[in-house]
């Protein structure tokens, strides 16, 4: 096995200066990402039985494949995983004689007034909660309880542990506690998904990143803000965002100079109506803290990489293990990009599908990982000056993502 990676990894080197490229700098390193993202997770798919032959076929097909042709491989193979990892989660949390539309019946969320959780505070949820979809009835385990148990089904988990980064700011790390392939989905990025429709909203707009370290932005241009998922919880609860408002949560510390000022000349939106019915979602999910990966330093290379992952809403019995909320409307304006600006253009975002998708991050693992700091290029915009810790670890790249 370690020898068909090495093939793989050298087929990724090759593959990613190819011709067949797109010559725009932006999107060739996007399609960069998405050749290593099919190798990888096809890598990762064939499993332990895979032999030469099958791996020589799937380095051909991803020099050969159109780039939409390989967008959709990947996607397929996130969702086989994802859907193995929900399974896992429903074998550990669901009683024998529950499903997901069976209600809890004595929890606290189900309760006249049911409790608001740190993401639906994000949304500005402001009146009392209706029509709210039941809760599953789950087994009561703790977060670290139902960690541990994961982990022997899927053989890793995550925890959160003082950083191996030799700077004072690295803080808490993720760490993976135990052992996963290469190509294996480590973790999601969860939050709010802001579409470029609506960057006005986010918390602290236009200077969104002068108080949050908690932000990504995919190559559409959508924006999860994970500041609010926190750590995660101990519960299964509903989000409800049946009016949004500036939550007030994304300040930390007096505002000074320039932050102070840009504060005075404009400030996020707000009070647009966005729904009436909320989700139910686990907050427990162990593999729901990719926000707390940290760049390597200097001398360390990453181990993931971001990848794309249009969740499909038709699959409800996985929606409570996806840890994302849309803010706005689910009407998918669509958005075009002119250098720096958006602008909308009309039409649906969600590329021609009839599908309604959340556009969501997971981190895919881009070698073999054991018990060990989970580190992820963060890939810096090289416009703005870097903080003194960041390392670049490919400059060439990081002017493609941002060019």
């Not at 975002?349 to 963060?378: F, H, M, Q, W």
Request: with cysteine; aromatic share 10%.
């Amino acid at each position: 096995m370690a020898f068909l990676f090495q093939k793989f990894q050298e087929a990724v080197k090759t593959l990613a200066k190819s011709s067949t490229f797109a010559r725009d700098p932006r999107h060739l390193q996007f399609e960069a990402d998405i050749n290593r993202l099919f190798l990888y997770t096809s890598y990762n798919r064939l499993g332990m039985n895979a032999d030469e032959a099958d791996a020589e076929e799937i380095i051909d097909m991803a020099g050969k494949a159109s780039f939409a042709d390989q967008q959709k491989q990947v996607q397929e193979n996130i969702h086989s995983q994802i859907k193995t990892f929900c399974t896992s989660m429903d074998d550990i949390l669901l009683p024998d004689s529950s499903t997901l539309s069976e209600p809890l019946k004595s929890s606290p969320q189900m309760s006249s007034a049911p409790r608001r959780s740190g993401l639906s505070l994000a949304v500005g949820t402001n009146r009392p909660p209706s029509d709210h979809p039941a809760v599953p009835a789950t087994i009561p385990l703790r977060r670290f309880e139902l960690s541990q148990r994961l982990k022997d089904l899927i053989g890793y988990t995550l925890e959160l542990k003082p950083s191996q980064i030799p700077h004072k700011e690295a803080g808490q790390g993720l760490f993976l506690d135990g052992e996963a392939d290469v190509g294996a989905v480590i973790a999601f990025y969860p939050g709010v998904i802001y579409s470029p429709a609506y960057y006005d909203y986010i918390p602290g707009y236009p200077r969104v990143d002068a108080h949050n370290p908690y932000l990504i932005t995919r190559y559409d241009g959508t924006v999860i803000n994970a500041q609010h998922w926190g750590a995660g919880g101990e519960t299964c609860e509903v989000w409800d965002w049946s009016s949004v408002s500036e939550s007030g949560l994304n300040t930390q510390g007096a505002d000074k100079g320039l932050d102070r000022i840009w504060k005075l000349l404009s400030k996020p939106l707000e009070g647009t109506k966005v729904g009436t019915t909320g989700d139910v979602m686990e907050r427990r999910n162990p593999l729901a803290l990719a926000h707390f990966a940290n760049d390597p330093a200097e001398d360390m290379m990453p181990n993931v990489m971001v990848c794309p992952y249009d969740f499909p809403l038709t699959e409800k019995d996985m929606r409570i293990y996806v840890p994302n909320i849309l803010f706005g409307s689910g009407d998918g304006i669509k958005m075009k990009r002119f250098g720096s600006f958006w602008f909308k253009s009309g039409g649906s975002s969600n590329g021609g599908s009839d599908v309604p998708i959340l556009k969501s991050l997971v981190l895919v693992a881009t070698r073999a990982l054991c018990d060990e700091e989970v580190l992820l290029n963060y890939r810096l915009s090289n416009s703005k000056r870097w903080p003194s810790w960041y390392s670049p670890v490919d400059e060439e790249e990081d002017r493609r993502r941002w060019s």
